[in-house]
């Protein structure tokens, strides 16, 4: 069935060193909805990303994406990380038919460390 | 500047009681949804509705029963609640045919 696969568990990063983030996932529809959702500490998610476009980058707040679907793939990607971007980034596949929702990887935490 | 509102923010209770939580969202949306995280973190769709219509069921204890009384509000009824109930329910909203969710700030409950 449809799924969406992260980077599992915590990500350690030093300020300053660029962020990757892993998202792959599996979808009978050929025209996935994929989503980057941040979540900061005692914070709900909300949307950082989103993407429907193949081979098209996009941009938020210093974030990028890229959907492909040739290798089912939409990586969260930062050059530089700041304190700030410590958080749990889930990625998330929309895909449509009759109960059509919203699934989330497992997410994974960002530390950034001074 | 949020624009989905749960209550209440914190519920503690015992076994076997039954509890409701409330959610409203101001956006003019038309859909909305729960989602249950647990202390791994998981984010697992519970029900979504759209304009009063249930739309997505996925397989919970027949226990949890959503309520909508029109698109702006969606409640959730837990009538006899156990020690896995415990986690974080959080309601969000969307406009038809647009995917981006507005998550409210979430509520939650902790079972003895």
């Known amino acids: 069935g449809d799924s969406v696969t992260q980077t599992e568990g915590l990500v350690t990063l030093t300020e300053g060193l660029p962020v990757m983030l892993n998202c792959t996932y599996q979808t009978i529809y050929s025209n996935p909805f994929l989503f980057w959702y941040v979540q900061h500490l005692n914070e709900s998610p909300r949307l950082l990303l989103k993407s429907f476009t193949d081979n098209k980058r996009t941009e938020h707040q210093g974030f990028h994406a890229t959907l492909h679907k040739s290798s089912s793939s939409f990586h969260l990607q930062k050059s530089s990380a700041q304190l700030s971007d410590s958080a749990l980034y889930y990625c998330a596949l929309f895909f449509g038919g009759s109960n059509a929702k919203l699934t989330f990887g497992k997410g994974t935490k960002l530390s950034v460390k001074s | 500047e949020t624009a989905v509102f749960q209550t209440p923010n914190y519920h503690v209770t015992q076994v076997g009681n039954e509890v409701s939580f409330n959610c409203k969202q101001t956006?003019?949306?038309?859909?909305m949804y729960w989602y249950k995280q647990d202390s791994k973190k998981l984010l697992k769709i519970m029900f979504s509705?759209?304009?009063?219509?249930?739309?997505v069921n996925e397989t919970v204890p027949r226990r949890f029963s959503p309520q909508s009384s029109d698109k702006a509000h969606l409640n959730l009824r837990i009538k006899s609640v156990e020690p896995e109930d415990s986690a974080v329910y959080l309601c969000?909203?969307?406009?038809?045919?647009?995917?981006?969710?507005?998550f409210g700030a979430g509520t939650r409950l902790s079972v003895l």
């Open positions: 956006l003019g949306h038309d859909t």
């Open positions: 969000a909203s969307s406009r038809r045919g647009r995917y981006t969710l507005y």
């Open positions: 509705y759209n304009n009063k219509q249930l739309i």
